[in-house]
């Protein structure tokens, strides 16, 4: 069983990773914690709880964190419509969120559990860097990281920098720089290589289960918003990647690597990926992922989440994959 603890910004890929996550049987989520990116503080930490309660996991903690990146002002994501959920009327949750600010959260849990804990980060990294900032031990308390973000070439948010590094690069460069076992870098290299299709989508109005249902609602907006950013008919569902890898490894290649995050100028929010460590005397801080394997995945993701449709679940995508 994976100790997890998933820091994000839901955001509509965030709430689908986290729901994978809860359905898994091979992770056990400790805690949720919130930090702003694609909406602020308290909308995403809203929309952490309205997934808990989607998917009946009510008993899991959320704490909430930083509201504004460590020297930015917040930029939020249009594409995920104005309430981060796009746009879409699913009911509040009256679950309370826990006193305690999620760094401090974060610091103490690791102290209690050291290198037990993996942590998914799937939004800016303000919250992780405020742990490691605060707690000289943090980083070597945990046991790994699954990170969302970044990429090797290419961005999202300008022609280099993705969106959770661009937001808050300063944070991703003291992450990045921390000393941290294991980093997994899932960036878009990776992400990209799996696209949630409309006619995959279509399926979930068949299946009709409550969650299969939110996913297609919180996915209509979310998926033309995208289209016309990458011209790609479908969505990239890049957070559920890191859940996805979590419960199966094999749906990743990984390469070692040195990153370190740009801050300023042009390049703000570029991870530069150096292979191999080579500029930095075969030293590697990262293991970068640089394909992904999408039918492998989507296995996952239907049958994790609809494990009662198991077999039609197979003909689609058998059919959907089929070359
Ligand atoms: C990342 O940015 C956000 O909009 C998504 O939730 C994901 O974490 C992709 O660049
Ligand atoms: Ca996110």
Known sequence: MERLIIDTDPGVDDAIAI????????????????????CSLEQATKNALKT?????????????????????????????????????????????IEKEYAPDYLVRIAKQYPKEITLAPIGPLTNIAIAVEND???????KRLVIMGGAEFGGNSSPVAEFN???????????????????????LDATNKVVFSPKLREYLK??????????????????????IETKIIGCVIFDAL?????????????????????????????SVVDNDGQ?????????????????KFFDI???TLFEEYHKDIKLILDTEFSN
Not at 136 to 142: G, L, Q, R
Not at 165 to 185: H, L, Q, R, S, T
Not at 279 to 295: F, P, Q
């Open 19 to 38: 729901l994978l996550a809860i359905y898994s049987k091979k992770i056990n989520i400790e805690a949720i914690t919130t930090v702003c990116g694609n």
């Open 206 to 227: 068949h299946i009709n289960t409550p969650i299969a249902k939110f996913i297609y609602d919180i996915t209509d907006h979310y998926m033309y918003a995208e289209q």
């Open 165 to 187: 590094f661009w937001e808050d690069p300063e944070a991703a460069k003291i992450v990045f720089n921390a000393g941290f076992d294991e980093i997994v870098m899932v960036g």
């Open 279 to 295: 500029y930095h005397n075969g030293k590697c801080n990262a293991r970068v992922a640089y394909n992904a394997y999408d039918k």
């Open 242 to 270: 890191v859940t996805g890898y979590i419960i199966d490894e094999s749906i990743l290649e990984l390469k070692d690597c040195y990153v370190d995050i740009a801050t300023e100028g042009i390049c703000k929010g570029q």
């Open 136 to 142: 000289p031990n943090f980083a070597k308390n945990i």
């Open 52 to 96: 808990l309660n989607i998917g009946n996991a009510n008993h899991i903690p959320v704490y909430a964190g930083a509201n504004k990146p460590l020297r930015n002002e917040l930029v939020v994501a249009k594409v995920h419509g104005d309430d981060g959920l796009g746009n879409t009327s699913i009911p509040e949750s009256n679950k309370e």
């Open 301 to 303: 993701f239907y049958n």
